[in-house]
């Protein structure tokens, strides 16, 4: 074991390495009505962007940087540009620099685009999307985005109610189980949702979709995995009018997923990444070597006052060991939550949010939030279970382990992803991660606590002066 463990890390003083994350999730938990809209009790983010986010975007190898200086170059109108100033965007990233013109120039034409976790690719889409809505038709339905989970479809519409807060008239309805009433169906031009709410809606006839201009599925290479929800988008894709303009979106396209795609999404214009351009400089990506199964529980709580620093989130493989966790550390005076597709919706959305005000600190959860959940202050992301997949889940998930550490290191902040490993098969997917996507990880070792500390603490202390440090971690 030592040998592997030799092969994989590359023990540094100045942790600087990095990932961009996916995951694979649904959302499918029994779930109760939310109001729509601004009254669905979501906690805005705050788009505080710190000074030195705009000598970021002047590294043009930065995925946060862009050719243009400004959003007005790219032609959106005003009541658009002026949610952005708003919320504090002040420039492109690339991927928003890149895809919105190909994306709101007519006639429409399909998008594939890749750009790695936490670049802005929401904004990117969301822009399309009101630049296409004619808001002299609040109720009719006119554009329909997929997501895989409750969490993430409410995430989004709380970014469009953030980026059109100026645009009159605009109505947006989340299509999550339970929150469209059964007597008025859908009533909004936007309708955001998870693919068996939809499809439910459009069979009921509550849901009109004669007049849609545009589909967007974010986290696309998950929700088209047959596998997965590829059966339901497929199934509601049908039903939605030929023309359509589709717009798919991901930081992660495996190959095979990749050509299914271009099969949805035909003649679709494409931006991609190579698999090593994935990673997310400013996450420091390091692995725990613990000496047995039984020993990360122990390590974990050792890790506890680390955790609280910023925020993080735990992610385990079932929904079990999320309970179980949660009761010994609670039970040995840590204070954490939990939330996974067993738990009804209305509890997810109050759980959710207590994560996101900051209410709660550390939040253990499966891989229904290992994709697209953007909360700013998560600095630390732990693997308490490496991330597996296939059957007798031998294979490691790449993808998943991508979006899962994406959940930190945000738009440019930095952030520290530690993955608990423990025997041969542990170590040994571990490596191939670090192998497919050429990561330069950590090693962090349970019998030398006072190095361990040092160097998360060090990512973490920097993530908070993050001024000063950014700039360094990203511009390398
Ligand atoms: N141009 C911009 N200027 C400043 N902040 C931005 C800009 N674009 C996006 N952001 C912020 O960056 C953060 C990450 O964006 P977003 O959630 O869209 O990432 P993503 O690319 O969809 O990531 P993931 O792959 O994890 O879903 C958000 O908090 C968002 O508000």
């Known amino acids: 074991m030592a040998d592997l463990a030799s092969r994989i890390s590359k023990p540094s003083d100045t942790p600087t390495n990095d990932a961009a994350a996916t995951g694979a999730d649904n959302g499918n938990g029994t779930e109760q009505p939310i109001d729509d809209g601004i009254q669905s009790g979501l906690i805005e983010p705050t788009y505080e962007v710190e000074v030195k986010l705009s000598d970021l ?32 965007f002040k420039k492109p990233s690339k991927i928003q620099e890149r895809a919105l013109p190909l994306m709101v ?32 038709k609040p109720t009719q339905p006119q554009a329909l985005l997929l997501a895989p989970s409750r969490e993430l479809a409410r995430q989004i519409q709380g970014v469009i109610q953030q980026v059109g807060q100026f645009c009159e008239n605009l109505i947006v309805n989340a299509a999550i189980p339970g929150s469209i009433s059964r007597e008025t169906g859908v009533k909004a031009s936007i309708v955001v949702g998870t693919p068996g709410t939809v499809m439910d809606l459009i069979r009921r006839r509550q849901f009109d979709v004669s007049q849609l201009k545009v589909l967007v599925i ?42 299914y795609a271009r099969k949805f999404a035909p003649n679709a214009n494409e931006i991609k990444l190579r698999h090593q351009e994935l990673t997310v400089k400013g996450i420091s990506q390091m692995y725990m070597d613990c000496p047995t199964e039984a020993d990360k529980y ?12 910023g925020s993080s989130v735990i992610f385990v493989r079932t929904r079990e060991s999320a309970d179980e966790i949660q009761r010994r550390m609670e039970a040995d005076g840590h204070k954490v ?4 597709g067993a738990y009804e919706g209305q509890n997810r959305d109050a759980l959710l949010d207590d994560f996101r005000s900051g209410r709660s600190k550390v939040l253990i959860t499966t891989n229904l939030l290992a994709r697209g959940i ?103």
């Open 57 to 88: 975007q002047t590294d043009t190898d930065n995925p946060l940087s862009s050719g243009v200086s400004s959003f007005e170059e790219l032609g959106l109108p005003k009541s658009i540009l002026d949610g952005l100033l708003a919320m504090n």
């Open 105 to 136: 120039s007519d006639p429409p034409r399909n998008m594939i685009a890749q750009s790695q976790s936490g670049t802005g690719k929401t904004a990117a889409f969301v822009l399309t999307v009101l630049s296409r809505v004619d808001f002299n």
């Open 218 to 259: 974010d986290e696309a290479d998950n929700m088209l995995d047959q596998q997965g929800l590829g059966d339901q988008c497929i199934r509601v894709k049908g039903m939605l009018p030929r023309t359509i303009q589709i717009l798919l979106f991901s930081a992660t396209f495996p190959d095979k997923v990749m050509s």
């Open 298 to 309: 122990d390590v974990l709580c050792k890790l506890y006052g680390l955790m609280t620093i």
């Open 337 to 340: 939550s939990v939330l996974h």
């Open 374 to 476: 953007d909360v700013s202050s998560v600095s630390m992301v732990i693997n308490y279970d490496i991330p597996m997949k296939g059957a007798g889940n031998k294979e490691p998930d790449m993808e998943t382990y991508l979006h899962r550490i994406g959940r930190t290191g945000r738009f440019g902040r930095v952030g520290v992803s530690i993955t608990f490993v423990f025997d041969r098969k542990s170590f040994e997917a571990m490596k191939a991660i670090a192998d497919h996507y050429e990561l330069d990880l950590v090693q962090l070792r349970p019998d030398d606590w006072d190095a361990t500390e040092e160097k998360v603490q060090q990512v973490i202390k920097s993530s908070r002066a993050r001024p000063d440090y950014a700039p360094n971690v990203l511009g390398n």
